[in-house]
Structures are given as C-alpha cells and as structure tokens.
T-cell receptor, first 112, second 113 residues
Framework: DGGITQSPKYLFRKEGQNVTLSCEQNLNHDAMYWYRQDPGQGLRLIYYSQIVNDFQKGDIAEGYSVSREKKESFPLTVTSAQKNPTAFYLC???????????FGPGTRLLVL | AQSVTQPDIHITVSEGASLELRCNYS??????LFWYVQSPGQGLQLLLKYFSGDTLVQGIKGFEAEFKRSQSSFNLRKPSVHWSDAAEYFCAVGDNYGQNFVFGPGTRLSVLP
C-alpha cells in the first residue's frame, strides 16, 4: 500500500535532549513537509523540502532541524533549543509544491 | 501572499441536519483549493479539491464544495450530517506555481444525536 508513515506514534523527551521524528513515504513524491499542531489550533509549517538535498524554513523553524538525503525520507529533529516542544507533529508529501498534500498519522511529542 | 480564513471556530448541528462550513481565501490568481478532515489524534484526510473546471466539486463521505470566484469562497456542504462527521475541518489553498500551501485555522464540528 502506498502512503506516509510516521514513527513513533508517541515520543517522550527529557529536558535538554534532542529527539528525531521519522517520516517515510512510498508515493514517489518530490515534496515533503513538517507541520506542528497545538491543541485547538491549526497547522503551522516548520520545514519543507521540494527536492532531495534541499529544504527551506517554514514559519516556525527555530529549534528544529531536518535533512533530506533520500526522496522517501524527511526526518525532523527537535533540538534542545525548542523550549516548548509538546505538540502533535504531522508530516505530509505532495507530487510538487502547491499540489495536494497527503498526511501521515502524526507523532505526539511529550516532555518529561 | 495567500491566506485562508474560516470564520467559524466551532459549529454544532443535529444529526440529519444540513451543514455548511465557510472558507474564504486571498490569492491573486486562480488557486488550488482543498478541504481536509481530521479526527482527534489522527492525520488529515483529503475530502475534496478544486483545481479548475466545474465549480461544484464532489468529495468523499457525501461532501461537496462550491468555488465562487466573485466571493473568494470555497464553502463545504453536506445535506445530512452523520454522527461520525464530528471532527475538525481545514480549508487550504495552494498555488499553481508550486510555491505555497496555506491552511486555514480549522472549524470544529460537533454533532448532536
């Protein structure tokens, strides 16, 4: 089945720790995205990538980092510089920027 | 820059009643328009999309939306709501230059039995 997978479903972070959220897609999409969603709020764009080895900051990139070494993978690292990381993180992909985005099931990050 | 507004933060309807969720956008050219639905703790699922052609588009789960250029709107409708439709609904606009994709703030739908 084609789709987007995110792991883990739940992730716990200790203070000062970096954690990495996984996002994999087998849709052969060029573009991939990371969004943050806080309770009762919409989606805010963290980073996006339109092609391998290239990515751009979104609206709230501070405290996050990404890599795009392979077309199918776009991991997000939440660094210790992100002081309020508790949120629901959604990964998406599309054939190209501006086109229909397809979403993974999300990862909920909690701080211990 | 593109923007999307969804004027209603929360709507409550009775099961079996009709539904209309409002979406207004700001964009200089003909936009790509989308409606997504999100159940609690889940990712977003695409309901329908408009790129061009017929301004009334049909989607999954009995939803439809109408593009009205003169009003910069893309409202979502359903003639008879089911309890399983309770969720968060997001309108989004993309551009045909492959540069931007913007989501609205969402409308939470509650359904009364």
């Amino acid at each position: 089945d084609g789709g987007i997978t995110q792991s883990p479903k739940y992730l716990f972070r200790k203070e000062g720790q970096n954690v990495t959220l996984s996002c994999e897609q087998n849709l052969n999409h060029d573009a991939m995205y990371w969004y943050r969603q806080d309770p009762g709020q919409g989606l805010r764009l963290i980073y996006y990538s339109q092609i391998v080895n290239d990515f751009q900051k979104g609206d709230i990139a501070e405290g996050y980092s990404v890599s795009r070494e392979k077309k199918e993978s776009f991991p997000l690292t939440v660094t210790s510089a992100q002081k309020n990381p508790t949120a629901f993180y959604l990964c998406a992909s599309s054939i190209a920027g501006g086109e229909t985005q397809y979403f993974g099931p999300g990862t909920r990050l909690l701080v211990l | 820059a593109q923007s999307v507004t969804q004027p209603d933060i929360h709507i409550t309807v009775s099961e079996g009643a009709s539904l209309e969720l409002r979406c207004n956008y700001s964009y200089g050219a003909t936009p790509y328009l989308f409606w997504y639905v999100q159940s609690p703790g889940q990712g977003l699922q695409l309901l329908l999309k408009y790129f061009s052609g017929d301004t009334l588009v049909q989607g999954i789960k009995g939803f439809e939306a109408e593009f009205k250029r003169s009003q910069s709107s893309f409202n979502l409708r359903k003639p008879s709501v089911h309890w399983s439709d309770a969720a968060e609904y997001f309108c989004a606009v993309g551009d045909n230059y492959g540069q931007n994709f913007v989501f609205g703030p969402g409308t939470r739908l509650s359904v009364l039995p």
